[in-house]
């Protein structure tokens, strides 16, 4: 496996790739790699000659300075965990690679992202759109590969590749979990002993919302039935739980047969911001 710090010489790698007749598989990410993330790769290897991994904590995605600083970076042990994976490139840029001047660019993304997320995380899929299409430029990917934790940037993600054209195949795939439920995330190191041991109150209460729909309740009465959940848990500060069309993401006052329906939920559990979602 190489490692490539700089844009240019990842390009030469990938030339000669592609003069060889080869696929590329691109896995983004921001590195602190979990088996959610090694799922990514094997779908990649799969399907590609070559998979490229993108390590880089992209700091115009974070509205939360805090955040931004406490955003494990491990990348010895992200590479330790790769090269057995299979994985043939990690492209680890700097910040001043990445952005050698300050991107003034501004992606838009209309309904899609006025919820959830980004109502809560202003900028933030603006700076996922800028690095996303960097990296497809940079790597000019078959196929990419992204996990369905992040629902709501993976169609934001489409959207962008409508808009702009990109002719990359994008493989979103399941979201992985710990034994217990907690879906697997990069952030869950930060979580203390005591916050790991609730912190699959989260998906418990994703079941009991599931199986509340299913019985026929009202989307209103589920929602209602969510915050009781999270009252009784007072390490977290429930941010929203929204049930909504899978596809336009936006929220539903009925659950109907014709459309997916996700439920989605944001947390902050002590200084942590768990994320997680089912779609049915
Ligand atoms: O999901 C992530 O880890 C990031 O948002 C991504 C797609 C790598 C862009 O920085």
Avoid: W
């Avoid at 997320?117 to 299409?133: A, L, T, Y």
């Avoid at 019985?215 to 390490?235: D, Y």
């Avoid at 929220?251 to 942590?272: P, R, Y």
């Amino acid at each position: 496996m190489q490692v490539f710090h700089s844009i240019a010489d990842l390009r030469l790698f990938l030339k000669n790739q592609r003069q060889q007749a080869k696929t590329v598989g691109l896995v983004p990410t921001m590195g602190a790699l979990h088996e959610g993330h090694l799922s990514l790769i094997e779908a990649s290897r799969e399907q590609n000659d070559v998979t490229v991994c993108s390590i880089f904590v992209n700091p115009i995605q974070f509205n939360n300075p805090d955040d931004l600083a406490r955003y494990p970076r491990t990348l010895d042990a992200d590479c330790a965990i790769l090269a057995p994976a299979g994985c043939d490139a990690v492209f680890a840029p700097s910040v001043e690679e990445m952005y050698p001047e300050k991107a003034s660019l501004k992606f838009d993304f209309g309904d899609l992202e006025r919820v959830m997320e980004g109502k809560f995380r202003p900028g933030h899929f603006n700076g996922v759109g800028i690095v996303v299409s960097k990296l497809f430029n940079i790597v000019q990917p078959d196929r990419t590969y992204f996990g369905q934790k992040d629902l709501q940037q993976v169609a934001v993600v489409r959207r962008m590749m409508i808009d702009l054209g990109f002719q990359i195949e994008l493989h979103p795939r399941p979201t992985l979990r710990e034994s217990d439920g907690l879906a697997m995330s990069s952030r869950n190191r930060n979580l203390t002993s005591d916050e790991r041991a609730i912190a699959p109150h989260i998906f418990e209460g994703l079941n009991l919302a599931k199986a509340q729909l299913l019985e026929g309740q009202k989307p209103t009465e589920v929602k209602a039935m969510i915050e009781q959940h999270f009252s009784k848990e007072p390490a977290f500060r429930l941010e929203y739980f929204e049930i909504v069309n899978a596809n336009t993401l936006q929220s539903v006052d009925e659950i109907q047969a014709t459309n997916q329906t996700a439920m989605c939920i944001a947390a902050h559990l002590g200084k942590v911001r768990l994320i997680d979602n089912f779609v049915f």
